[in-house]
């Protein structure tokens, strides 16, 4: 995916996913005070289930911590209301729900791929992430 929660002013990205069945990965995340990590098995399943099983867990080794407020927050200006926004829906994503993000795509007007990919599209995609990221460059 190529947008940060952040940038999903106007409603909170949670208020919004709530209309939308819960993740799977949602009952893996380990909170440690306001910072939150995915248990090693929702790491491997539901984050990055489509990648080797060698590189997913070399991934789920440096995984770095989330604040909670990214499960929360909300913003007061997203550059997708002033600027040209790309979004790749991975169909198979069990950290956000595929509907929900097609959902933010749309309401983005983002030029929009679908790859059939885990939330790490970026890793076990590169040619399809690359072409939409491509494509972004040249709209700027």
């Known amino acids: 995916m190529l ?29 440690d005070g306001d910072e939150g990590r995915l248990s090693e098995e929702s790491f491997l399943r539901d984050f990055a289930g489509d990648l080797p099983q060698a590189k997913a867990k070399v991934l789920y080794a ?7 407020a990214l499960l929360t927050g ?5 550059a997708w209301r002033s600027k040209p926004s790309f979004y790749a829906v991975s169909t198979e994503d069990r950290t956000i ?6 959902f933010m795509a749309k309401r983005m007007a983002a030029t929009t791929i679908e790859v059939k990919a885990s939330h790490l599209s970026l890793i076990s995609h590169p040619d399809e992430i690359t072409g939409l990221i491509v494509q972004a460059a040249r709209a700027a």
């Open 3 to 31: 947008i940060d929660r952040r940038t999903f002013s106007g409603a909170l990205v949670a208020g919004a996913a709530a209309s939308y069945p819960t993740p799977p990965a949602s009952a893996g995340i380990i909170f």
């Open 62 to 68: 440096v995984q770095q911590p989330f604040q909670q």
């Open 74 to 78: 909300k913003t007061t200006q997203a």
């Open 97 to 102: 729900n595929p509907d929900l993000e097609r």
